[in-house]
């Protein structure tokens, strides 16, 4: 949505106003002079390329061309315009913000895990990417913003309502890759550990004591992952991270476990190793939902970017958001919205047919997004088996009937048509359980996972024979479990 015209002024007071209620409302604006460089306003809250703005944001300007970009994350359109700034003269420009959706009225609710930013500026973050769950990561590896003051007596802040961020949010991130920490009293006391000592498994244990804890294996292909996994104590994986950026990808896996990139080319190969890997879970039994997260104040990607919507049923509140979460009831994304339902049910629902008869489910979604979609994906069992193409911004889609005589799962996904990034949004999984047989584990699967532990395992040389030991058992009780696995594997 373009704004006509050229303008000029040397203090630009620019006002944002949501079109439904002629109010000013907060929002993200990407500024850039003739040169491209980024504006930085003093006064609001910056980081790499973008600010946000209470609303009504006053922006001493230097004399020349400027483009602006106006940003309120997925359910608002995008404006774009231009303005001139002639020197000596003050300029005021109004721009109206249009909503694509609302979700909050279908009962999605958004929130984001990997959020950097301080802890001053959260609560407008929040509001200018309108978003309603933010723990913040206050302590990381051998940072920590409690070393510097006391801890406040209540960890958890509500706002306007129905928005929430949490104070103890943290990361444990070395060599095996990073876990992310939230709901704990106080942050784990990693600040000594080494690149490969202490086991992220020690500090992961201490917080499963803790009553409320949930833990998210912040990228799937770290390679500590089959180990982490194996442990059946982390909650949740991040299938859409801060790889995938608005404007471009983090095209590599850092330390992880590498793609192969001829047959997983850039830009979208690491986004679709992604979700292989998570594939590849769920095709083993484990039964995580999908997360989401920027890493705003250490990436480039505005706070919210990768962001996952939670389904509530009535109002919502912290605890409920979680618990909806651990049902699988969401959908992660950077751009598209895709709410979609199975005979009436929302994902992380598990159809039964005890008899072993088979089932005939009715898939039917709501899509809406600002891009143009290239495709709409049914995945089950790790496969595509069927692709919808339409570039339609917004429609409810039939996706038609699917069928298991066997046990399984699926979900869908929607891809953007973008070609200089991975946009994309995909459901939690549905799961299927026919007859009386034990749920679906895949020996390919289960081999893959094998396989990385395996390999892990030769990465690890530490000095001290005693911590070397320490390690390597939890990768040896690892290893076992993965054996198991293909031991007991039911399907290719």
């Known amino acids: ?76 359109l995008v404006v774009t315009g231009a ?15 249009q909503r694509l959706a609302d979700l909050s009225k279908e009962g999605w609710w958004s929130g984001e895990l990997h959020v950097h930013r301080p802890l001053t500026d959260i609560q407008l973050l929040m509001r200018a990417e309108d978003l309603h769950v933010a723990p913040v990561i206050t ?53 000594t550990a080494g690149r490969e000592y202490p086991s992220p498994m020690k500090f992961l244990a201490e917080a499963r004591q803790h009553q409320g804890v949930w833990v998210d294996i912040e990228k799937p ?59 590849h879970i769920l095709n083993c039994g484990l039964r995580l939902p999908p997360s989401a997260g920027s890493a705003s104040g250490v990436l480039p990607n505005p706070v919210g970017y990768d962001r996952m919507y939670v389904h509530l049923d009535g109002e919502p509140s912290y605890e409920k958001w979680w618990q909806a979460l651990k049902a699988g009831r969401v959908f992660v994304s950077n751009g598209p919205l895709l709410r979609c339902r199975a005979d009436g049910q929302l994902p992380g629902h598990t159809f039964r047919s005890e008899t072993g008869a088979e089932l005939d489910l009715k898939l039917e979604a709501v899509l809406d997004s600002r891009d143009p979609i290239s495709a709409i994906e049914i995945i089950r069992d790790g496969r595509v088996i069927r692709t919808l193409s339409d570039s339609s911004w917004k429609r409810t889609v039939s996706l038609g009937a699917i069928n298991f005589k066997e046990s399984g799962w699926f979900l869908v996904r929607a891809i953007a048509a973008v070609p200089t990034t991975f946009r994309f949004a995909s459901t939690g999984p549905f799961y299927v359980e026919v007859g009386p047989r034990p749920p679906r584990i895949s020996r390919t699967s289960a081999r893959f996972f094998l396989d990385w532990v395996r390999e892990r395992q030769g990465q690890i040389k530490l000095s001290d024979a005693q911590q070397q030991a320490e390690v390597m058992a939890y990768q040896k009780e690892a290893e076992r479990f993965w054996e198991e696995k293909l031991t007991h594997a039911n399907a290719d």
């Open 221 to 279: 292909f770290w390679y500590d992952t089959p180990v982490w996994l194996s442990s059946g104590m982390v909650d949740s994986i991040g299938i859409a991270h801060n790889h995938m950026q608005r404007d471009g990808v983090m095209a590599n896996e850092a330390w992880g476990r590498a793609r192969d990139k001829k047959r997983l080319p850039d830009p979208q190969g690491n986004g679709l190793w992604t979700q292989e890997i998570y594939y």
């Open 1 to 76: 949505m373009a704004m006509p015209g050229w303008a000029a002024g040397s203090e630009l007071r620019l006002t944002i106003v949501d079109s439904a209620t002629e109010k000013p409302v907060p929002c993200r604006i990407h500024l850039k002079d003739a040169t491209g460089e980024a504006v930085r306003p003093k006064g609001l809250p910056f980081w790499h390329d973008h600010f946000v703005s209470p609303g009504v944001a006053e922006i001493d300007l230097g004399p020349g061309a400027y483009r602006f970009e106006i940003d309120r994350g997925p359910e608002y």
């Open 83 to 97: 303005v001139r700034i002639i020197e000596g003269k003050n300029l005021e420009l109004t721009n109206r913000l």
């Open 139 to 191: 302590w990381w590896n051998t940072q920590s913003e409690w070393s510097k003051r006391a801890m406040p007596p209540a960890l958890l802040v509500q706002f306007d309502g129905n928005r929430f961020y949490h104070l103890t949010g943290g990361e444990d991130e070395r060599a095996g890759g990073a876990l992310l920490y939230f709901n704990l009293s106080q942050p784990l006391a990693i600040r």
